[in-house]
T-cell receptor, first 112, second 111 residues
């Protein structure tokens, strides 16, 4: 049972436009959410996170939105740049839980 | 400060052979993790450790063993490799129950 779902395996966006990556979860005990970025032949790198007590967290060009009632989070990248082309994973954990549950990833391609 | 390092980067094994993957972190993190990544499957947790001398099973532990004899090292062992264990293996560490920091990965091919 996939508790964290990224239903879009791939997304293409023109340079300078907004990229929106989506993630849905089913476990209501999840209270902390993260986005990771992964380039080929490298390990995932932490990008941004959000706690369930917030509905938005912003860091430069990256903003994560959390809709707890819909069990949905999204990552907005504005403006999109060629270096943003990568696979993005969302992940979630519960209170005091040392484990993360990952989605299957979305491959983002920024078109110059 | 090297962060999380993994050894080796790439390995080819024959079915039935054994090997150990080494993960080392220099950030004094308590928590360490081993994941595998397969196409279309995301990252799946194999085993993890919440401190020196402790280990616990993750989502896909069968066929693997781990040890955490020193805080900075987390070893993943394959006693008898199978083709189904062909994958990319990532180690991660964390200072708490939240953000994890990943190594560069080990690509394993089992023939």
């Amino acid at each position: 049972d996939q508790q964290v779902k990224q239903n879009s395996p791939s997304l293409s966006v023109q340079e300078g436009r907004i990229s929106i990556l989506n993630c849905d979860y089913t476990n209501s005990m999840f209270d902390y959410f993260l986005w990771y970025k992964k380039y080929p032949a490298e390990g995932p790198t932490f990008l941004i996170s959000i706690s369930s007590i917030k509905d938005k967290n912003e860091d430069g060009r990256f903003t994560v939105f959390l809709n707890k009632s819909a069990k949905h989070l999204s990552l907005h990248i504005v403006p999109s740049q060629p270096g943003d082309s990568a696979v993005y994973f969302c992940a979630a954990s519960g209170i005091g839980n040392e484990k993360l549950t990952f989605g299957t990833g979305t491959r983002l391609t920024i078109i110059p | 400060n090297a962060g999380v390092t993994q050894t080796p980067k790439f390995r080819v094994l024959k079915t039935g052979q054994s090997m150990t993957l080494l993960c080392a972190q220099d950030m004094n993190h308590e928590y360490m993790y081993w994941y595998r990544q397969d196409p279309g499957m995301g990252l799946r947790l194999i085993h993890y450790s919440v401190g020196e001398g402790t280990t616990a099973k993750g989502e896909v532990p069968d066929g693997y063993n781990v040890s955490r004899l020193k805080k900075q090292n987390f070893l993943l062992g394959l006693e008898s490799a199978a083709p189904s264990q062909t994958s990319v293996y990532f180690c991660a560490s964390s200072p708490s129950t939240e953000t994890q920091y990943f190594g560069p990965g080990t690509r394993l091919l089992v023939l």
